[in-house]
Structures are given as structure tokens and as C-alpha cells.
């Protein structure tokens, strides 16, 4: 089962069923789905269907989504997490309400969850990917260490595939071997 994280700023609480609502609502967000779902709303079944995934991943991987909460108030400040996919690697997630872009939160939280990852979990390698356009995104994964590691088209949208091996985050961040 995963665990509660900290940062200076915030807790990231795992997910947990009564978010759907919360994270449909955040997730429906013009500005946030624009990169994230392709400016599709999505409906009320697919947000509970990822909380639902994050859930058995929890208990199978001891990863999944954390709700990120601000500490002076738990003030909702997003979402981080690690999700499986079809490669071998967990895929990093992070998503952050427009009212907070350019505060270092997505940066924030998503250290914690490598460090986690890396450092308690031991897996060795994490992947992500990000639309082409998504600037702000690209940035976070370069400050975190992610490479480019392929691109394809999907859906006529250009997507990079970025990765980042325990090696390289322990270099810049300085877990323990």
C-alpha cells in the first residue's frame, strides 16, 4: 500500500475512491485537459476507472496517484503519481490546476514520487510522456532528469517518450545507492 509523502510545501496523500468527483472536476479543466486529454471532457466513468487503476496498482506495486495538498491548509494543488503501461517501466503522471502553474509544484511533487520510487520501491527506471507543444511539462522532466528516449504521432498529435534511469536521478538529486 503506498504512502503518505511530504515536501516542504505539501502532502501527497494517495488516491483514494472519494476523489473521483475532485479529480473529474480538475481534470475537466480547460487548461488542464488541453495537454492531458487532448481537450477532451472526459466523463465521470473514466476519472473513477483511474482512480480505480491507481488503486490496484496501490495494492500491487505500493505506487499509484497521490492527491497533493498544500500543508498550511490542504488547499488541492493536483495530482502526481506513477501508473503501469504497456511498457515495463511505471509512467510518471502529474497534473497541476492552472492557478498554480509556474510554482514548481508539478517539479515538487514529482521529485518526491522518484525519490519514492527510486529510493523505497527500488525500481530502476520510470518513463513519461509529454505532448510536443507542452513546454511547461517538457521543462519539469529535464529539471528531474528524463531524457528523450523516442516520438511517435498519436492521434495526429505529436507525443514524446522521455525516461530516467536510478542512475541519472541519483546523480542530480542525491538518493542514496
Not at 14 to 19: Q, T
Not at 143 to 162: A, C, D, Q, R, W
Request: proline share 3%.
Amino acid at each position: 500500500m503506498q504512502k503518505i509523502l511530504h515536501t516542504s510545501r505539501l502532502t501527497l496523500r494517495p488516491c483514494a475512491e472519494a476523489d473521483v468527483e475532485l479529480l473529474h472536476r480538475h481534470w475537466t479543466e480547460k487548461d488542464v485537459r488541453r495537454y492531458l486529454w487532448d481537450q477532451r471532457i472526459i466523463g465521470m466513468e473514466t476519472a473513477r476507472e483511474f482512480v480505480h487503476s491507481s488503486l490496484a496498482a496501490s495494492r500491487r506495486c505500493n505506487y499509484g496517484l497521490w492527491v497533493l495538498l498544500r500543508k498550511s491548509d490542504s488547499a488541492f494543488q493536483g495530482v502526481c503519481g506513477l501508473r503501469d503501461n504497456a511498457l515495463d517501466w511505471p509512467e510518471l503522471l502529474y497534473s497541476v490546476p492552472a492557478q498554480h502553474w509556474g510554482l514548481g509544484i508539478a517539479t515538487e511533487s514529482a521529485r518526491c514520487v522518484l525519490r519514492y520510487a527510486f529510493a523505497e520501491l527500488g525500481l530502476i527506471s520510470i518513463m513519461a510522456t509529454v505532448d510536443k507543444p507542452n513546454g511547461a511539462s517538457i521543462r519539469v522532466l529535464e529539471k528531474l532528469g528524463f531524457s528523450v528516449i523516442g516520438e511517435t504521432l498519436m492521434h495526429g498529435n505529436p507525443i514524446v517518450y522521455y525516461a530516467v534511469a536510478l542512475e541519472q536521478f541519483r546523480d542530480l538529486h542525491g538518493i542514496g545507492s
